[in-house]
């Protein structure tokens, strides 16, 4: 191979690694229902994405009015997501969609999630699984609240992709480090491989057969109150 043929190899591989990279961290949000309290409701929502040489945040803390729709939430998340520069796909943008909406957000380092008084959602890792995942109790009624999560997995060696599914009914009183550990010991029972990064969070690593995780799916079901949901992914590989 020629100095050249080499030369054009290696810009090759280097471009290849890099689209990889920026292929990394497709994060998708579920929004759903509209805000139902009279005179509305407090709703918070954190972005963390990389835009190549840093993470930028797009953080809201806003009071939203009454009969809010998850579309219109959904729609200033867009706006304030894109002015931070983020790669954003709205499906729904204009079709003014009524009922569940979703947002896709290329290179996504972090997302918190607070919602409640009728409108809840759902945080889906589409190309990886998550390295830190956390529930945040509510600040404001203490009430219960539903957690599923779908785990995919892929078996390199048989070629086989394979799924787990884990349901909880999270206790009004349950503390954020005793949801970590029931996630621990239920996966483990369904043959998903667990960690523990920190006492309060918790993450999928792998199949008991050794698949790979492929995606995760983290819906907390909690209409009526404001529990919390963090998920973190992993770093990209160009981050310093």
Known sequence: MSQLSRLFFTLLLLALAADRSRAEGLVQLGLHGAVESRGGASVELEWHHWNGSEVRDTALRLHLAQDTSAFDFASLVVARLRARGARVHFPAEHSGAAGPVNVFVEDT???????????????????????????LRPLLEKEGAQLSIRTSTFETHAKQPGSVLLELDVDRLASTPSVSEQLFNHGLRLGLVCDRPSADSWRPVKGSDGALITGCSIELLSPGTDWGLEVSLRRPSGER
């Open 109 to 135: 380092v972090e997302v918190k999630l607070r919602l409640g008084s009728g409108m809840w959602g759902s945080v889906t890792l589409c190309d990886q699984g998550p390295e830190k995942v956390r529930f």
